[in-house]
Each structure stands twice: as C-alpha cells, then as structure tokens.
C-alpha cells in the first residue's frame, strides 16, 4: 500500500469529476487476461481488490493500472529464425532473403506467443481532487506515460498537467549543499550524486556518506551540479529528490507506519488506515517540497490524446 515512488502532475482544482463517474469511464477499459495471440494486456484493476475500480476514502481516490505481458525473449526468437532460415537455404539453394526473414520472424512469434509465460504488475495512483494532486507510485516517467495514455483513453476529459516549480531541483539541492543544510523542515542525509555538465558526464556519487564537508563544495565548485539528492522531511518521510523532480526511494518512517498500526484493530482495516495515513502525510509533505523549490509554475494543461474512446491507443 505503501507507495515507493512519485511521479508528480496537477489536475485543475476543482475537477469536474465524482469517484462514481470515475468510476463509470475506468469500466471502459477493465483489466483482461492477455489474449493467446498478443504481447501485452493492460487495464484498470481494483486497488483494494473487492471488485471497485476506485479506492475513496476522506477525499482521496486511489486507482489501479494492471498490465500483464508475455515474456517471449528475442534470443528464442532469434535461434529458432536462424535454425528455419538454415533449413529454407538447404531447400531452395540460397539464403532467405529479408522479406523471407521478416516472414520467417512474424511465423515463430505467432508459434511461440501463446505459450510463452506472464508476467503482471500494478502501478497505483494517487488522486486528491481537493488540492489537485496526481501521483504515480513509478519509478521512471514512462512507467507513469503509461498509465496516462490509459486514462486519456477511458475518462472523457482529462486535464493533467506537469508540475513546474520556480526553481529547477539541480539550482536548489545545489544551493542547499553548498549552504550544508536543507530547506525549512527537510534534513540533508548522506546519499548525492553529482555529475559535470561538459562532454564527458564526469559523475560523483555518494553513498552513506556525509555531505556537508569541503569535498561536496569543490565538487559544486568545479562545475559538477546535483541530479540526485537524500532528504528527510520533519523526521517523518524520508527521499530521494532527482533534478527531474522525481521523488524516488520514498520511506515513511517508522513513526508514520506505528500510527498508522494504532489506528487499525483489524486486519481488514489495515489498508484503510494505511491509505489514511499517506495520503495524510503527502498531503502535507508536498506543499511543503513545493515552497521549498520556489514554489509552483502554472503550465498549460496537456494535450488530450487524439485517439476516440473505444479503440485504445495501442491498438489504433
């Protein structure tokens, strides 16, 4: 339940939507067993798994994106192309050529698709539609393009946009290192990677080791700037900030986890005091990260993805 990653969006406040009608558009494109014959399946699946496909609990939604894909490694492809390929020559005289090969290719995929075996994950968003914020539990933003891509096909209108902050990441954790101590309310811990902006990427990277001593300044000094930087905020989430203003290594501490334990007499209520208590903390956590860039850029809204409802992009 715990999320580990944040890729950060707005959404307008307030948001022309209500979890049941939420709800109505997600059913448009559920989560479905990948066929025999494709690579990749993907919908929304029920984040608490009693068959609803939006989580709401005190104002905050929670959703799920599952894709399920098979696992047809290129190598199996590639020897069993390579084995036919010798047969067809031995047949007719001479080497396949590219046409042939492609065909050759597209067959054995076709053969071996359907007994190749699967593989499922979920990625989780967070949605609170009071303050706007739209979160991703992804590692990486193409894992959170996914999941948008879905929602601009399933909801009529979905005006999402990037956060923009007054600061770039690199300028403040810059300003922060050189200063040796962290904005109001956030601790500087002891991970940083530094890398040099000519040619050669020259990169630093510090594990477990203090930040604040003369050597992190020479680095700044010689024209190396943060991409990544260890924080703490007021002893209860700890993070690691990037220059794409990503938050990574998420970790609430032990604290926020006991509180959360204390509020739930049943197993059966664990998952709500979860949610309660994250959502709770990054609600106040993120306002906080926001003034300590600058504050927020407003930005023009994204684009809405061209593709009609009822053929999904990855089939248009």
Not at 190 to 203: I, P, Y
Not at 215 to 240: C, M, Q, Y
Request: aromatic share 8%; glycine share 6%; charged share 30%.
């Amino acid at each position: 339940m715990w999320f580990r990653n944040l890729q950060l969006y707005r959404l307008p406040v307030p948001w022309g939507i209500d979890p049941a009608k939420l709800e109505e558009q997600l059913a448009r494109g559920p989560f479905q067993r990948c066929p025999s014959h494709e690579a990749m399946s993907r919908g929304w699946a029920s984040p608490r798994g009693d068959g609803a496909l939006v989580y709401a609990s005190h104002r905050q939604w929670l959703i799920a994106l599952k894709v399920e894909q098979r696992l047809l490694p290129s190598s199996v492809i590639n020897d069993e192309v390579k084995e036919r390929a010798e047969a067809v020559e031995a047949q007719q005289g001479y080497k396949p050529g590219r046409k042939q090969l492609k065909e050759l290719r597209e067959r054995v995929t076709e053969e071996f698709m359907p007994r190749a075996f699967t593989k499922r994950r979920t990625t989780s968003v967070w949605i609170d539609p009071q303050a706007g914020w739209f979160c991703v539990d992804a590692a990486s933003p193409a894992k959170a393009e996914e999941v948008i891509e879905h929602l601009r096909w399933s909801l009529d209108e979905f005006p999402l946009q990037l956060l923009h902050t007054q600061l770039s990441p690199t300028s403040a954790m810059a300003d922060w290192l050189a200063g040796g101590e962290g904005p109001a309310g956030f601790t500087i811990d002891r991970d940083c990677e530094l890398k040099a902006v000519g040619e050669e990427k020259a990169a630093v990277r510090y594990v477990r080791h203090p930040l604040e001593g003369d050597e992190v300044k020479s680095h700044l000094a010689g024209g190396k700037l943060p991409t990544r930087l260890a924080l703490t905020w007021n002893d209860r989430i700890s993070f690691i900030l990037t220059e794409k203003l990503e938050i990574k290594r998420l970790t609430f501490l032990d604290l926020v986890k006991e509180e959360a334990e204390q509020s739930a007499e049943h197993a059966d209520e664990q998952f709500d005091a979860d949610f309660a208590l994250m959502t709770g903390e990054l609600a106040r956590f993120l306002p906080q990260l926001v003034d300590a860039l600058g504050g927020e850029v407003a930005e023009a809204a994204v684009s809405p993805a061209s593709t009609a409802a009822g053929t999904p992009p990855w089939e248009a």
